[in-house]
């Protein structure tokens, strides 16, 4: 029975599968097509995890900043779109950046993201000029001012180097190194500390400076001094240490030297220059005059050369003999003149000097112009009858003492007095001119006063010129 069942088993088997051979195939391929399409369809969106994100200042916005995945593709499969339209990276802020995601599946995700511009790199301090590393070299009595040896530069604020700020001042009046400490910070608060060496050393020569041009002219006879011509300075050593000068100046020869000056600091830096020296007769003789004005009287002579007392060269020596004299002045009219004296030396210097003249007539001649001032000193003094001075005066003793002092002796009484000189209208008296009234007088000392011991009680004061009748000359 078992062995029955078997055969009938077998039989059915093989007549089923080899009979349906040809559609068994197709239909198994089929389902195996079915199964494995429906597992690779993939409706998952990307995921943009990031909300908000830094960047540094100048970046490029990128899509592996903002934390892009997806179930199935990689970064680099995906279809990222950032819109930064509204984004500058050189300009600090927020900005709202739009980032789409897509994949192979077309699956899209769009986010908002706050990307913010921020500044965390700190100023470079960058030493300027020849010097090089950390050793920056000043020269001697420069600059105190270290921004004028280090620049300070900034990714964002540009340039910060007046905002550097240093642990103490730089001495540029004391030779050697100095260490010195500089910080700068920038808006964003980043901050940059470097301690540089300053070398301060002396390598500029002094200067040698003409004061009137490299080459002078002087004077025959004159005394020479170069430093008259050249100036010599240095920029550490207040006086500088040597100073040579190849060459002399005859001033009593003429012709042309050329001297070499050479100045040297403590330094040992050394300069170098030429002043050429002419000599020659640059100076116009001297006319002395005995006077430089002079009052004669009408009709009387008179002499210019006798006013001249000499005319003396530089170089030619005495040249009296070879002055020459313009005069005009005539003694017959009265009236101001001039008398020229001029000169000329052999080498064309001329001078000139004039001499005023005034001829007077007889009646305009004042007296000793000092007896103003004599009167003058004894104003304040008692009146008292009989007395001559010099503490107390009468009328007559005082005008007496006045002349006496001046030079000229004059009669005691006012009577004797207008008596013993020449009476002359109140209308052409002069300062020191006696004036008389009967029984009384004084000295006239211009401006309509007189000075006068008037009577007992009184002192030596001033009075007015109407109350006397002529006045006196002597």
């Known amino acids: 029975m078992d062995s029955n069942i078997k055969t009938n088993l077998l039989e059915m088997m093989q007549e089923h599968v080899l009979k349906r051979k ?12 079915g199964l494995v399409g429906y597992a690779a369809v993939d409706k998952e969106k990307p995921t943009i995890e990031a909300n908000k994100i830094e960047v540094l200042y100048g970046t490029k916005l990128d899509k592996t900043m903002f934390a892009i995945s997806d179930n199935r593709d990689s970064l ?98 004391k030779l050697g190194s100095q260490m010195i400490e500089l910080s700068v910070s920038d808006n964003a608060g980043n901050t940059t500390q470097q301690t540089f060496e300053f070398y301060v050393s002396d390598t500029t020569a002094p200067t040698i ?61 050394t300069s170098e220059k030429s002043l050429t020296v002419n000599v020659g007769d640059l100076s116009a003789p001297k006319i002395s005059l005995s006077k430089s004005s002079v009052e004669i009287t009408k009709g009387k002579s008179f002499s210019a050369k ?84 010099p503490s107390s005066f009468d009328c007559s003793g005082f005008t007496q003492w006045v002349y006496r002092k001046n030079g000229k002796s004059i009669p005691r009484t006012s009577s004797a007095q207008k008596s013993g000189g020449r009476t002359i209208s109140l209308s052409k008296v002069k300062p020191g001119d006696i004036v008389w009234r009967p029984g009384h007088v004084g000295i006239y000392v211009g401006g309509g006063r007189v000075i006068h011991s008037p009577h007992s009680g009184a002192v030596v004061s001033y009075t007015s010129l109407s109350g006397f009748t002529c006045g006196v000359r002597y």
């Open 306 to 389: 006798k006013y001249l007392e000499s005319a003396t060269d530089n170089k030619d020596g005495n040249l009296t003999s070879k002055v020459k004299i313009s005069s005009s002045v005539n003694t017959k009219k009265a009236g101001k003149y001039t008398v020229t004296y001029s000169v000329s030396d052999k080498a064309g210097n001329s001078t000139s000097k004039s001499l005023k003249v005034t001829v007077v007539n007889p009646d305009d001649i004042a007296p000793n112009k000092g007896m103003v001032a004599t009167a003058k000193s004894r104003l304040g003094c008692p009146y008292k009858w009989g007395a001559t001075g």
């Open 209 to 269: 400076s003409y004061k009137k041009g490299s080459t002078v002219t002087v004077d025959y006879g004159s005394q020479f001094d170069y430093s008259d011509y050249v100036k010599v300075s240095d920029n550490f050593d207040k006086t500088v240490k040597s100073i040579d000068v190849d060459g002399t100046v005859n001033t009593k020869k003429d012709g042309k030297t050329t001297l070499k000056i050479t100045a040297k600091d403590s330094s040992g830096n």
């Open 76 to 173: 680099d499969a995906m279809d990222v779109k950032i819109d930064d339209t509204s984004y500058d990276a050189y300009q600090l802020g927020i900005y709202n950046v739009e980032v789409t995601a897509t994949d192979m599946f077309s699956n899209i995700s769009t986010k908002v993201v706050q990307v913010e511009v921020v500044d965390k790199t700190a100023p470079e301090l960058k030493p300027v000029g020849g010097s090089q590393g950390y050793v920056i070299n000043v020269e001697a009595n420069g600059s105190k001012d270290v921004a004028q040896y280090v620049n300070a530069s900034d990714n964002v604020d540009g340039d910060v180097t007046p905002f550097i700020e240093t642990n103490k001042k730089l001495d540029t009046s």
């Open 22 to 33: 040809a559609m068994f195939i197709p239909m198994l391929c089929i389902s195996t097509f």
